[in-house]
């Protein structure tokens, strides 16, 4: 009786999943302290780090990755009860772009459920799939492939950007553009 009711409390826990790409991880080993595809998870006043310093969550063994790259935080907004997250550049030396859209040092910005983050040669596409809990989430992280879309250096983004963000109230259901995916990470 005891499994039942449990099962019947359970939260579902929100998740990000990253899919992670650069160009020289065969030959340097790019993600060498990454674990890949084993759910993390955090609670959710946690600060989750991306960069070269061993003290980062995801730590990025590249000379073009800053010892804080980047940050990820959970957030509840006053207008809606689900967990939202948001993204702030740590690096004084490297412009973040998500979705085409330049983040300078210390900037951040509340993510939209799908996003391509680049910085120099990294890509990183971010799904949020979310939960009830409050509380926690996870972090998984994948290999990725780059798309032929954004095979251009995040330091020349192009002009215009194809992404579009999820705007919308998270209590409705969304619709999704079916070619939003030929400018993801597959």
């Known amino acids: 009786m005891d499994s039942i009711s449990d099962s019947l409390t359970q939260e579902n826990i929100p998740c990000l999943s990253i899919s992670v790409y650069h160009?020289?991880?065969?030959?340097?080993d790019v993600f060498g302290f990454v674990t890949f595809n084993e759910p993390q998870?955090?609670?959710a006043y946690e600060i989750v780090t991306f960069g070269r310093?061993?003290?980062c969550n995801f730590?990025?063994?590249?000379?073009?990755a800053s010892r804080l790259q980047f940050q990820l935080e959970a957030l509840i907004e006053a207008d809606?009860?689900?967990?939202?997250?948001?993204?702030?550049?740590?690096?004084?030396?490297f412009a973040l772009y998500i979705n085409g859209n330049k983040l300078s040092y210390l900037q951040k910005q509340r993510l939209p459920?799908?996003?391509?983050?680049?910085?120099?040669?990294?890509?990183?596409?971010?799904?949020?799939?979310?939960?009830d809990s409050?509380?926690?989430?996870?972090?998984?992280?994948?290999?990725?492939?780059?798309?032929?879309h954004l095979k251009t250096d995040a330091r020349y983004p192009r002009s215009e950007a194809p992404f579009t963000k999820c705007q919308h109230d998270p209590r409705e259901p969304i619709e999704i553009d079916e070619d939003l995916d030929q400018y993801m990470l597959s």
């Open 59 to 64: 730590q990025l063994k590249h000379e073009r």
């Open 113 to 131: 459920c799908k996003s391509v983050v680049q910085f120099t040669e990294f890509q990183f596409l971010l799904e949020h799939v979310g939960g």
């Open 23 to 28: 160009p020289e991880d065969k030959e340097e």
């Open 80 to 93: 809606c009860s689900d967990l939202q997250f948001e993204i702030k550049n740590l690096s004084n030396r």
């Open 53 to 55: 310093k061993n003290t």
């Open 41 to 43: 998870t955090y609670e």
């Open 134 to 148: 409050v509380s926690k989430f996870e972090v998984v992280i994948q290999k990725g492939t780059p798309s032929p």
